[in-house]
């Protein structure tokens, strides 16, 4: 348990350490939370900090944040770690908020990894949340609605940090050069490929981003009064040759190609090679989530509406708990979506739908469809022919949906690739009873 603003010595720390922002201007990424009048902000500025916790992944600033409220709050400032501390603690320091409260001075507690804390550790703060002893501030990296007790909870705004950009990474580092608190003073030579490797690679997490060139920089050749980081140097650094993969390239197109065209081809070895590939080189797993996802309709579609399911899951897994744990779940997603059945017929229908929409975006909505929530609407035709298929016998009606101009227009043509043999026999079934009841 600490207790004052926390800004130490930084003589002999690590670089991420040394650099770390005094004050918001020296602050990076969350600009959803941080910019110019955004509420986070706002409320370090004016010093209103009431009770909150900020979720997010390692090395985002969830303790740098909670530095930078230590150093502008008048409130007395304790930082307390849930790992070294317990019930006994506890009730130390909430015996000395609340005889601080009554002498009209504010407590400010920050608890680093809240999360660690059992049910009854947190239960012990919840009277002196509630009565207003402490303002509390969590730092967790998992989903407080799963990991924080619910009743304290409640009492907490949470603010979601996220992980840092690669541009802003990169930022970063040119800073980590040039302020004195880094290797300002020093004369050290890497390419702006190197940094945007290294920023590619931290995945996010500026601790990792500083802990790499620091390494790096360390192990550089020396020459005189320069130190020069060559691409051999950081390979040794960081045991990754695919460290100097390129996110913005070609070379980060060409493997996202091979990935989906392996897929596509029905070959997960040839696949999981590909994902191997862009996940060791540094790439953002949630991209690679992303394409999966618009793979499983645009290639599988209603041959399997599994793959949806099962894409999305994947993606979920991959924004909750990162790398390198998520691997393995873009590697069930690609190795289903390579051996199921595959179709293409969704993509071909929206193509179809909008080279057609496109040229008539001024085609009228039929006044059937159309919706009428005023007297003058109904007097004015809106509604009117409406066939609410949920009270037809067959749940079908001969009700015109598309404009007169397209009538006869069919965008979807399903296939008989795996379930959607289904639903072309349930759409032939439909067409039919429609041609015998004259729609």
């Known amino acids: 348990m600490q207790q004052g603003t926390l800004f130490e010595d930084t003589h002999s720390l690590p670089l991420a350490a040394r650099l770390r922002p005094r004050d918001l201007d020296e602050f990076y990424g969350q600009r959803h939370l941080l910019g110019e009048g955004m509420i986070l902000r706002r409320l370090i500025e004016e010093d209103k900090i009431s009770s909150m916790v900020f979720w997010g992944p390692p090395g985002v600033g969830k303790t740098t944040l ?10 007395n400032f304790i930082d307390f770690s849930a790992v070294t501390s317990g019930i006994k603690e506890i009730k130390q320091v909430m015996e000395q908020a609340e005889k601080n409260r009554l002498f009209g001075t504010k407590t400010i507690l920050f608890v680093d990894e809240i999360h660690r804390f059992n049910k009854a550790q947190q239960d012990a703060f919840l009277p002196y949340v509630e009565k207003g002893s402490i303002v509390l501030i969590g730092a967790t990296t998992e ?48 390419s702006e490929e190197l940094l945007s490797a290294i920023a590619a690679f931290a995945g996010g997490d500026a601790r990792s981003a500083l802990s790499t060139l620091e390494m790096a920089v360390l192990n550089g050749n020396v020459e005189g009064d320069t130190v020069t980081v060559t691409p051999e140097v950081l390979e040794q650094c960081t045991s990754r040759k695919s460290l100097l993969y390129d996110k913005t390239g070609e070379e980060h197109y060409n493997l996202i190609s091979a990935l989906h065209k392996s897929m596509r081809n029905s070959d997960p070895d040839a696949a999981v090679y590909w994902l191997a590939r862009m996940l060791e080189a540094g790439e953002d797993p949630l991209y690679i989530a992303r394409r999966v996802t618009r793979f499983a309709s645009e290639d599988i579609g209603l041959a399997d509406p ?32 390579s051996v199921t059945p595959k179709s293409n017929s969704l993509y071909v229908a929206y193509e179809r739908a909008k080279k057609d929409a496109l040229g008539m975006l001024a085609e009228p909505v039929p006044l059937n469809l159309r919706n009428a929530p005023t007297k ?25 949906c598309l404009p007169d101009s397209l009538l006869g227009h069919e965008y979807y043509f399903p296939t008989e690739e795996g379930a959607e043999l289904k639903f072309k026999n349930r759409l032939e079934e439909i067409k039919e009873w429609k041609k015998r009841h004259g729609s």
Do not use: W
């Open 66 to 75: 909670a530095r930078i409220i230590a150093h502008r709050t008048k409130a």
């Open 143 to 190: 989903n407080p609605s799963f990991e924080v007790n619910g009743a304290l909870l409640s009492r907490c705004k949470v603010f979601v940090l996220q992980p840092l950009k690669t541009e802003e990474l990169t930022s970063l580092l040119h800073r980590a050069l040039t302020d004195e608190r880094g290797f300002g003073t020093q004369k050290v030579v890497i």
């Open 306 to 337: 599994r793959a949806l399911e099962i894409a999305v899951a994947a993606y979920e897994a991959c924004h909750l708990i990162g790398m390198p744990e998520c691997s393995v779940h873009l590697t069930q997603a690609v190795v289903y979506m």
């Open 376 to 400: 003058l609407m109904k007097e004015l035709g809106y509604g009117k022919g409406y066939q609410y298929a949920h009270d037809a016998e067959d749940k079908l009606t001969d009700m015109q």
